[in-house]
C-alpha cells in the first residue's frame, strides 16, 4: 500500500475547489472555504486515524508527504522504488518524474464536457494563503 497525504489545509482547500465544479453543489460555494474546511476537517481526520490505526508495517504501507514529492521528487521516487523492490535507471525515473508531472497532466487532462480541468494548481501553502487565521488555527 502506498499513502499519499498532503498537509490538511492544503488538501481541504484543493477539496473545496474540487467542489465547486459541480453546480449541484453551489451550497459549498456560498458557504465558503472557510466553513468548507471546518465542516471537513473531522472526515480528514478520521481518514488519517484509519490508515495509522490499520496494522500495516512499514513492509506494507510506505507512506509520503505530497510537499516531499514535489519538494524533493527524484529521491521520493527513487525511495519509493526501492520500497517495492524495483529497479530503474536515473534515466528512466526521470523521464518517469517529466511525463507524469503536474504540469503534464495538467495540460490535457479533462474530467467533463464541459473541458473542466481536474487539476488546478497543485501548490503547496494555498491554504495557509486562502484561509483566514482562525481556521488554521483549530
Request: aromatic share 12%; glycine share 4%.
Amino acid at each position: 500500500h502506498i499513502y499519499l497525504f498532503r498537509r490538511p489545509e492544503d488538501a481541504l482547500t484543493s477539496y473545496y475547489y474540487f467542489h465547486l465544479r459541480y453546480s449541484h453543489l453551489d451550497h459549498v460555494k456560498e458557504a465558503g472555504i472557510d466553513a468548507f474546511v471546518l465542516q471537513k476537517l473531522d472526515d480528514y481526520i478520521l481518514h488519517l486515524e484509519s490508515i495509522i490505526c490499520s496494522g500495516l508495517d512499514t513492509t506494507q504501507l510506505k507512506v509520503i508527504s505530497y510537499e516531499n514529492l514535489v519538494q524533493d521528487t527524484h529521491n521520493v521516487m527513487v525511495s519509493l522504488t526501492s520500497w517495492m523492490d524495483l529497479s530503474y535507471s536515473k534515466y528512466e525515473i526521470d523521464k518517469s518524474i517529466k511525463l507524469s508531472s503536474f504540469k503534464c497532466y495538467k495540460k490535457g487532462k479533462k474530467i467533463s464536457k464541459k473541458d473542466i480541468l481536474f487539476f488546478r494548481r497543485g501548490k503547496i501553502g494555498e491554504g495557509e494563503q486562502e484561509l483566514k487565521t482562525e481556521t488554521k488555527n483549530i
